[in-house]
């Protein structure tokens, strides 16, 4: 390893672990954020140093949104704990009708967890950063001791600026408005835990783990009148759509024929007694939006690289306010109703 | 207990306890969040129930911070974890030279955990928020299985406008320059580490864990060439100093006569094998004025109620680049270096 003069390497990040010194504030944590975040995150505002981060001002309104990220195994077909966690957020705030801009992350760390595991993790946090065109500006790193954590735990938050004029919320959807979704569903609950129980079903199924915020400005730009975006993560679509019935005091009614899912992901949740309408998602958006909206924001949704399986699957009703039907396969009517207990712990 | 007609309580807090359905974003989760967070952090962002909250532009420089805290036991003698999980950051902004506004706060809870526990550490946040004059505006709640964790841990991104035209950072430090403390050094971790050790030293030793918000304005407004501004935890004045001498290539010499530390604590220390002067504060600043705005400084954070022991130190010198010196008590003149390895674990 090439070693500058008057400067040797305090981490071994190829064979090195976190110890409690790591996190202790003091030369050994300076060590790991010099060599290791600093690394992957360089940006003029982490640069400065400070405990906290600087920034211009935001003149349009302000987003904010956080997740804690616990997902259990940490790496998966598709994706890992750190592209997760930065993806995850970078959509939270995109579907507030807002432009990312900056992610604050702390990370849970582990005594024992490998330095060259945290250094992988942090590089994909820093590729879909790059990817998503947002910052991580401020960061913070504490360790507990082996035996009371999981390696990592991350917690990102996300701050943007709005978009639109008009509230794009949960509380906006209307009688007659058309629900689209950009895409397959249930695909990351069905990979984690298809490598969680070490399953194979002839193909490997990939999270679709992705930032969604260059499509979210396509749809806003194409669909100016959007009542609703959201993200069908945790709970996954039925959930979400529960949620917003809720909200916004109306009824849904969905096609299950028009909702498009991957015959393996169908196949792997049938045999895994799962319904994937209820199964978490990390790179699809659900829309609502006025019936004369609705060609507009499918061809935005379309012609971005992650919304090539956009699809209109239901319409908002007056009428069963605050529940959600569908029409199924079989051609019957069936209440859908909210994710009851736990489906699938730790999936995100 | 008075239950509404038509509605019944889903949450029992007073026996109750944290399972795994908390945290799969289905009706458990909605539950969780209607009866105990929305209960405790009411507002008109966050009741929007959307995954993000969205507020006013901020026309000045927008300040953020983040923290973890995984601080052990949960509850200690001048807080809890969830009134540091909020002080901490409301002091990271504010040292940023700005005023905070606005708390994200993510909850990694270990299955097992009693909901009794869990809504006295979420009144205490709200109370911390109260105080400082922030507002809780967005958060997320994950599970992890028993064993996983350590009953909670808290992350907290803090968001604020600032206050100054100019650069308040740990660059900024002058030749020439005072260095001020705005009291006792060493009270939290010290009260932490009793705790833990489950000693007594004849009275009980009391976290300095406090907002210091309004502090830093009155300062702010009373020195306006303020140069630094810290506060001083994982790793203590010493450690911090350090970082600072540091980042301003300058020397630092303190007098140890003038560094205030209560005498208990000292004598905890000496029992402890610990120096005060390394033991995390979560209530204390650090502030670096020109040596005409000292007056001023100490005046305005000893008419604070959390800066009544405030004193000047030390001053900053051009000499010994990088490193910070002491005389001490004996008269001699010491080189006081950064703290090296785990000094105090799981500190906040």
């Not at 915020?213 to 993560?233: G, Q, S, Y």
């Not at 049938?270 to 499918?298: Q, R, S, T």
Request: net charge negative; charged share 20%.
């Amino acid at each position: 390893m090439a070693v500058k003069s008057g400067y040797r390497r305090a981490l071994d990040i190829r064979r090195g672990v976190v110890d409690m010194t790591h996190g202790s504030g003091g030369r050994a944590t300076a060590d790991l954020i010099r060599e290791l975040f600093a690394k992957h995150f360089s940006n003029d505002y982490l640069n400065e140093g400070h405990d906290g981060a600087v920034m211009p001002p935001m003149t349009n309104p302000v987003a904010v949104s956080c997740d804690a990220h616990v997902v259990k195994p940490l790496f998966f077909p598709g994706g890992d704990i750190g592209s997760l966690a930065v993806c995850g957020t970078v959509n939270d705030v995109a579907v507030c009708g807002a432009k990312p801009l900056y992610i604050a992350a702390t990370f849970i760390l582990e005594e024992g967890f490998p330095l060259a595991d945290l250094d992988r993790i942090v590089g994909s946090m820093a590729e879909a950063a790059r990817e998503a065109g947002v910052l991580v500006v401020t960061g913070d790193t504490k360790v507990v001791e082996k035996g009371h954590g999981d390696g990592i735990y991350i917690t990102t938050t996300g701050i943007g600026e709005k978009l639109t004029e008009h509230s794009i919320s949960g509380r906006a959807a209307r009688p007659g408005d058309r629900i689209l979704v950009s895409g397959t569903m249930g695909d990351h609950g069905t990979a984690i835990l298809s490598q969680r129980e070490n399953m194979s079903f002839g193909t490997t199924i990939e999270s679709d783990s992705a930032p969604l915020n260059r499509m979210v400005e396509a749809i806003l730009e194409a669909a100016p009148n959007t009542h609703v975006l959201r993200d069908p993560t945790r709970g996954g679509l039925v959930t979400t759509l529960n949620e917003i019935a809720v909200q916004s005091s109306v009824g849904m009614l969905l096609d299950e024929s028009k909702i498009p899912v991957r015959p393996e992901v169908a196949a792997a949740c049938e045999f895994l007694g799962l319904d994937p309408l209820y199964v978490a998602n990390e790179g699809k958006l659900i829309v609502i939006v006025p019936e004369n909206e609705v060609e507009a924001a499918l061809a935005a949704m379309r012609s971005d690289p992650y919304g090539t399986n956009a699809a209109e699957i239901g319409v908002v009703t007056e009428e069963n306010a605050g529940r959600v039907e569908m029409t199924t396969l079989m051609g019957g009517r069936r209440n859908v109703d909210w994710l009851e207990g736990e489906q699938l712990p730790r999936i995100c």
